[in-house]
């Protein structure tokens, strides 16, 4: 069976053969109109990937994505809409989406943005048993497990989206080092990503805040105009 990708999009024009495109390409895809009906198939049915537009008749797509993530989705959100300033996108990426395509787009550029995704978005769809050091999970009150894609702040699983965990990881597997930009900005989003930079600075800004949530004993620190680095300790000490 292929990965299961919701599409959310009220207007037939796009989502018929939207839908009909994922299918051919080997893809579980279900559709539906309303914000509503997303989270409650979203959060219920095991999707790797939504597909969501913004301009919904009941529920704006930007509360669907807040939604989704405050409830622990932790697969990928690709928002799909005709709002396409740069304030619209980082409003998009600060409330959980990982990627953000305006409309009209082409097909092909949709098709590679989430397909890039699919490849990250590995997390486990049911309950595992806490991560540990000899399952090779990082050592500390932050652990990071690469293999099964899950985080824990001591016993606690901390809830990451796609890109979030992505950019853990590659701080975690540098911890205490700095990782610049660019590097971050290439091995999270790849060759696929035409966006701005500021995306970056918003899902740093958004992991921070959940690990400071967590009472993680870790932190984020940014080494201005290089990029960041993962040190040991709670953010205020």
């Known amino acids: 069976m292929g990965q299961r990708i919701l599409v959310v999009e009220d207007d037939d024009g796009i989502a018929v053969p939207l839908v009909r495109t994922l299918s051919r390409e080997g893809y579980e895809v279900e559709r539906v109109a309303e914000g509503a009906t997303a989270v409650s198939r979203a959060l ?3 999707f790797s990937l ?3 537009d913004l301009g919904l008749p009941d529920i704006d797509g930007l509360d669907v994505c807040r939604q989704l993530r405050d409830e622990g989705f932790a697969g990928g959100i690709i928002i799909l809409t005709a709002r396409d300033g740069e304030l619209d996108r980082v ?5 959980g989406a990982d990627d953000y395509i305006a409309k009209p787009f082409a097909l092909a550029e949709l098709l590679a943005r989430l397909r890039a995704l699919l490849r990250r978005s590995a997390a486990p769809l049911t309950p595992a048993a806490p991560a540990t050091a000899e399952s090779g999970a990082s050592t500390g009150a932050l652990a990071v497990d690469a293999d099964a894609r899950r985080v824990f702040s001591g016993d606690r699983e901390v809830a990451l989206s796609t890109k979030e965990f992505d950019l853990l990881e590659l701080l975690d597997r540098n911890r205490g080092a700095v990782v610049t930009r660019e590097r971050l900005m290439d091995e999270v989003w790849d060759e696929n990503w035409f966006g701005s930079t500021k995306t970056l600075d918003v899902t740093i800004a958004r992991l921070r805040q959940k690990l400071e949530d967590a009472g993680a004993e870790a932190h984020i620190t940014t080494i201005r105009g290089v990029g960041f680095r993962l040190d040991d300790g709670a953010a205020d000490a």
């Not at 409003?91 to 409330?95: P, T």
């Open 44 to 46: 219920g049915d095991g």
């Open 50 to 52: 939504v597909v969501l």
């Open 91 to 95: 409003v998009g990426l600060d409330v």
